[in-house]
């Protein structure tokens, strides 16, 4: 890698092809038929092998060139040795190749913080719910976040047998963003992507006030894959469980829809996604020209020792910004505290 590139850019690129190497590792994991589920505060939030070996894979992979920043993952995993063959030292010459944007030319090591999810998606990744699966690497300056990769593993998985499965999209403020092509939802039109949950009345109003043409709503429904991995029923359930387990926060799918012009509007009208789930996302959303704040219009800050809790919600949109936030019911506002 260029010793003489900026810091940021060397970091992108290796996060790149970090990312591109957990989403190997989430693939091959499915492909073994064993995901090792354990759930962590109760049946809809869970954790699999996947999840653990992909986030031992990014964090080790990236200390080891860079041991001045932080990173702070999903998981909490107890220290150990990570087995060399999860090591990723490559890195992507296309990003390198890119110029950094000059207000980040002097950023150090120690000045980045890298949130990690490494895998967004786990319920819906025991189900089989192949396209709802992220890897996300964001990169935070001075609490901003400014940079992001989103590794889509199982992208084209529905093309067949022969497709060429997972893509990558990354983007830096004040550069762009790559791997996808930009577009916009044709004005006039408002379109909002929103959780499947029909429970929470937050959620609802809040949607409802947006007056929108159509509603996309994610999570918790889809096509299974045939042949691969069913999770077992005292994981799924049908009871009340099953209910709140559609209530899961998908912002890197959201986001994607936002940026390629599927969607106008993200609204989530409630408490639950967390710092990593929102850093890379944000980054390459704010480097198209969009936004995402919470239900407030404030932004949110990604300091390495802030609250991992994104507990005011989260409005994003690629245009239009102010229309959709002056639509934000006073009653929703009141009961979501401001970051």
């Given at each position: ?163 060429v499965l997972g893509r990558t999209i990354w983007g830096v403020l004040g550069l762009g963003a790559f791997g996808f092509d930009l577009c916009e939802v044709p004005a006039g039109q408002h379109i909002v992507t929103t959780t499947r949950s029909h429970s929470n009345k937050l959620v609802t109003d809040c949607v409802d006030a947006m007056q929108p043409h159509k509603v996309i709503r994610v999570g918790g429904a889809g096509n299974k894959v045939s042949g691969q991995y069913e999770p077992p029923t005292s994981l799924t359930g049908t009871g009340s469980g099953a209910q709140t387990a559609s209530h ?92």
């Amino acid at each position: 890698m260029a010793s003489s590139s900026a810091v940021l850019m060397r970091l992108m690129a290796s996060a790149f092809s970090v990312a591109e190497k957990a989403g190997d590792v989430v693939r091959s994991v499915l492909k073994a038929g064993d995901l090792d589920v354990v759930a962590k505060t109760g049946a809809n939030d869970l954790q699999t092998k996947a999840d653990r070996l992909a986030q031992q894979s990014i964090c080790a992979s990236l200390a080891r060139k860079f041991p001045r920043i932080t990173i702070i993952g999903e998981e909490d995993l107890p220290s150990q040795e990570v087995e060399e063959e999860l090591i990723e030292g490559r890195h992507s010459e296309e990003v390198l190749a890119q110029p950094c944007p000059p207000e980040y030319s002097s950023a150090r090591e120690e000045e980045l913080v890298v949130w990690v999810d490494p895998l967004d998606g786990t319920k819906e990744y025991t189900e089989g719910l192949l396209d709802h699966v992220t890897v996300l690497i964001g990169v935070a300056y001075e609490g901003r976040a400014i940079g992001g990769v989103i590794n889509q593993p199982f992208y084209n998985y529905e093309m067949g047998p022969g497709a060429v499965l997972g893509r990558t999209i990354w983007g830096v403020l004040g550069l762009g963003a790559f791997g996808f092509d930009l577009c916009e939802v044709p004005a006039g039109q408002h379109i909002v992507t929103t959780t499947r949950s029909h429970s929470n009345k937050l959620v609802t109003d809040c949607v409802d006030a947006m007056q929108p043409h159509k509603v996309i709503r994610v999570g918790g429904a889809g096509n299974k894959v045939s042949g691969q991995y069913e999770p077992p029923t005292s994981l799924t359930g049908t009871g009340s469980g099953a209910q709140t387990a559609s209530h899961r926060f998908l912002c890197p799918l959201q986001i994607i829809q936002l940026i390629e012009g599927k969607a106008s509007a993200y609204v989530f009208a409630s408490p639950g996604c967390k710092k990593w789930d929102t850093c890379a996302p944000e980054a390459i959303l704010h480097a198209v020209g969009g936004k995402l704040a919470d239900i407030h219009g404030n932004s949110y800050t990604y300091h390495r020792d802030v609250q991992h809790m994104n507990a005011a919600g989260v409005l994003a949109t690629l245009r239009d910004f102010d229309y959709y936030a002056s639509r934000v019911p006073v009653s929703v506002k009141l009961a979501l505290s401001a970051a």
